[in-house]
């Protein structure tokens, strides 16, 4: 089942994501109300999850606008805002269900269950049966005469998918749609083997009847089911142990990860609200104010899920506090009160959050012989909470994976080139079992060890030396789960048996078939349907399939849709005019099923792909941009984005005629640090400097590296007294940090000169002035014997 979380919070998003995709759930995630509008557009999802305090688009205009478009998929509100005019407002939007921050995993999962149970009479059946298999998708569990079935992440996909479809042919093509990410893509062939695992995996828990049937030509279907009689009664009425869950191992881990990032960002994020109140009310920033009545939001919301019910409460109390147009003395003393709270109660440890029992240990098979690699690559998946087995016996290697079969293998090489032993193992393991994700660890870089691991199918080839987290965080990339969607095609014909003739030929492969026998209400029914691909008729009264077809053409939205139309004429003069008004395809009369099903497919994958294609290419542009302007190595902004943020003040200052302020910072005798510890000790030192000013400055503030060892911070709206204190605020912190520099001529410690200078910009002066003076200033402070600072008003 597919999902779209839309939460502006990475870290609540986060934990989320891995939450649900820990239960099979396919998550992708939005980040603000515009994107999440966009991917509704372009994918088909089971369920969405909504945020009301988002960037662009607020959720409850997402609801809306979602709705208005004719949009039925089920949407659970989940946000802080829990007052009951709040939940009226978001259950007049549209939304099916509300929810307040914090909840409990086990509770938000009951009501998506809910929800999806609802929203779709495929999801009626609680537990999918066939006989005496019987799969419980709120568990994520499979068992045969109830004993568990143990099934690698594709193939529980794969079979879940022909339980809630068991009336529906899926062809090669259409189960990669279903089970792989749009750019990883394998071939047919990979289908073929995955089927084959599945059949291999049932038949060895000890079902005897066939469960796939192959249709020849067209795909796979489940077989006709036995008589479940009692059985299968039994089946539903016996509630499967909760301990017994076949959890996908690495959510675990990437909970963990999140809780890791959440805790270390709190301490940035308090001093957000800190900075409301430190002398006064009257001297904060609005937009101040704003940032910190926004973090105080996030927090409530997020808070209670990491493990903190009481911050969340506190958090709460600090939101409404923040709301007052301005604080009184008592309301002033109540907010330090109520932060100081805060801060207490994240000193304490988290509660720990109620988990979801687990199997044992996933395991990882590692063949190759006893190193020191191999031991500290054991001891690392020990704190993943897997389980490596290493085999050094190779013979026996094939009788391992039969008794249990891992979530991934690695392959230890230590030759160059491959001996034949090594590669006659690996091409019979790869025959054996296609689909256990294989990485191979060679010694030696080059191009023909990594051709014959390519050729005989290793998915990864890392070469030493390689760290044993990266090792694993391959395994884990290679086990990230899948995506999966449906198709819906619009019919407009007048002939009611052409329409039933086309439901019957396209429904078996899923896809949803609006059918339209009135041309005249063409355009309404296109707008609620919202199609993957139009079939159109050439000749029906009063509008035929070349006037819809350009009428669709002309539209912005609908204008790429896939048109396919479907004519007894098959003359020159006819094929030109329909391709002339637009049409992708043309199919001939008498319909041919497998040739249109062929074609109406095909043409939906294409139009999907260019789909994901132009909204991937649009977040990578995104990412390009951010990244330009982005310094890598520190990751904080460059020179480019500098003089851009530095150009934009000056304008805006010299209309408000605030003071504007530059610091530039150098970092001294870095060279002989360079020299005496290396570039790498170096790149370290430069990313602790610059983490360093970020802590020192307000949000507002900018901080950038100027290049090499140099950096800028821009001060807008600041005097050169407060400069002046931001410059000694940094030097100071700098010194505690104690950074050994054994060659440094001042201390033996890491030490920086600073030029600091400021003045209100005027018309007639650019900002280059600015820097100019600022490096005057440095370049007196480093004659002066460095470690120092000079101020040069202008």
């Not at 066939?130 to 109830?146: E, H, R, W």
């Not at 796939?212 to 009689?229: C, H, M, N, S, W």
């Amino acid at each position: 089942m597919k999902i779209l979380l839309v939460e502006d919070d990475p870290f609540t998003g986060e934990l989320i994501s891995a939450t649900l995709k820990t239960h099979r759930y396919i998550v992708e995630l939005a980040t603000d109300g515009q994107i999440a509008l966009e991917l509704a557009n372009v994918c088909n999802y089971d369920l969405i999850i909504l945020d009301v305090q988002i960037p662009k688009l607020d959720g409850i205009s997402v609801c809306r606008q979602l709705r208005s478009s004719g949009c039925s998929t089920p949407i659970l509100i989940l946000t802080a805002k829990d007052s009951n005019d709040d939940i009226v407002t978001g259950l007049d939007a549209g939304a099916d269900d509300y929810v307040a921050k914090p909840c409990e995993p086990a509770q938000l999962l009951a009501r998506i269950r809910a929800l999806l149970r609802r929203g779709s009479a495929k999801c009626e059946a609680t537990i999918l049966t066939y006989g005496d298999l019987c799969l419980d998708p709120a568990l994520a569990l499979v068992k045969y005469q109830q004993q568990v079935v143990n099934l690698r992440t594709k193939e529980y996909s794969l079979l879940e998918l022909f339980l809630r479809h068991p009336q529906r042919i899926f062809s090669r093509n259409a189960i990669i749609d279903h089970l792989w990410k749009i750019d990883n893509c394998p071939t047919e062939h990979a289908v073929t083997n995955l089927i084959k695992d599945l059949r291999r995996q049932l038949k060895a828990a000890g079902m005897k009847e066939e469960f796939i049937e192959t249709v020849y030509g067209l795909g796979y279907r489940v077989k006709t089911a036995p008589d479940q009689g009692e059985t299968a009664n039994k089946a539903k009425k016996d509630k499967i142990n909760q301990t017994e869950i076949n959890k996908f191992p690495t959510e675990s881990v990437a909970i963990n990860r999140i809780f890791e990032q959440f805790r270390s960002t709190l301490e940035e994020r308090l001093k957000i609200l800190a900075v409301v109140v430190p002398e006064g009310w009257q001297q904060v920033n609005p937009e101040q104010v704003q940032k910190a009545k926004e973090e105080a939001h996030r927090l409530a919301g997020s808070l209670g899920t990491f493990g903190y019910p009481r911050g969340s409460e506190i958090a709460r109390a600090i939101e409404h506090l923040l709301m007052e147009t301005k604080l009184e003395s008592q309301q002033i003393s109540r907010f330090s009160q109520l932060l100081m709270e805060l801060k207490q109660e994240l000193n304490n440890p988290p509660q720990l959050l109620e988990e979801s029992p687990s199997t044992l240990a996933p395991r990882v098979l590692l063949i190759g012989e006893k190193t020191e690699f191999a031991e500290s690559l054991i001891a690392e998946a020990s704190v993943w909470k897997w389980q490596i087995q290493l085999i050094s016996d190779k013979s026996k290697v094939l009788q391992q994976i039969a008794s249990a079969t891992p979530i991934a293998i690695v392959l230890l090489l230590n030759s160059s080139p491959l001996t034949k032993e090594q590669l006659s193992l690996l091409w019979e393991l790869r025959q054996e079992f296609p689909s256990i994700p294989f990485i191979t660890l060679g010694e030696h870089d080059n191009l023909d060890s990594r051709v014959q691991v390519a050729r005989l199918g290793s998915e990864k080839y890392l070469v030493q030396p390689v760290t044993p987290t990266e090792v694993l965080e391959a395994i884990y990339q290679l086990l990230l789960p899948i995506q999966e969607k449906d198709a819906k095609v619009m019919v407009v014909d007048d002939d009611p048996t052409v329409l039933k003739i086309l439901t019957h030929l396209l429904q078996p492969w899923g896809v949803r078939v609006t059918c339209l026998d009135n041309p005249q209400q063409f355009w309404e029914v296109l707008k609620s349907t919202e199609p993957d691909l139009l079939l159109l008729d050439l000749e029906m009264p009063t509008f035929n399939g070349i006037e819809l077809c350009q009428v669709v053409r002309q539209d912005p939205k609908y204008g790429d849709l896939p048109i396919l139309v479907v004519t007894a004429h098959n003359d020159r003069q006819s094929t030109q005019k329909v391709f002339a008004a637009g049409a992708d395809d043309m199919i001939s009369k008498p319909i041919v099923g497998p040739e249109l099903v062929t074609r109406v497919i095909s043409r939906i994958e294409r139009s999907r792909l260019r789909q994901q294609l132009d909204y991937l290419h649009q977040q990578q542009a995104a990412i390009w941009q951010q990244q330009a302007r982005i310094d890598p190595l520190t990751q904080i902004p460059n020179r480019r984005a500098l003089e851009e943020f530095l150009q934009q003040q000056w304008q805006q200052l010299i209309q408000e005629q605030e003071t504007l302020c530059l610091i530039l910072c150098d970092v001294d005798h870095f060279k002989n640090y360079n020299d005496f510890y290396g570039h790498p000790a170096g790149d370290i030192c430069l990313k602790q400097i610059a983490k360093t000013i970020q802590e020192c400055i307000k949000s507002s503030d900018l901080a950038a590296r100027y290049g090499g060892e140099e950096f800028a911070i821009i001060l807008p709206k600041t005097s050169l007294d407060g400069a002046l204190r931001v410059a000694q605020r940094i030097q100071q912190k700098i010194s505690q940090l104690q950074i050994p520099h054994e060659r440094s001529k001042i201390k033996n410690y890491v030490t920086i000169s600073m030029g600091i200078t400021g003045k209100i910009p005027t018309p007639e002066q650019s900002f280059d002035s600015l820097i100019a003076i600022a490096d005057e200033a440095l370049y007196t402070a480093k004659n002066r014997g460095r470690n120092t600072y000079c101020l040069y008003p202008l």
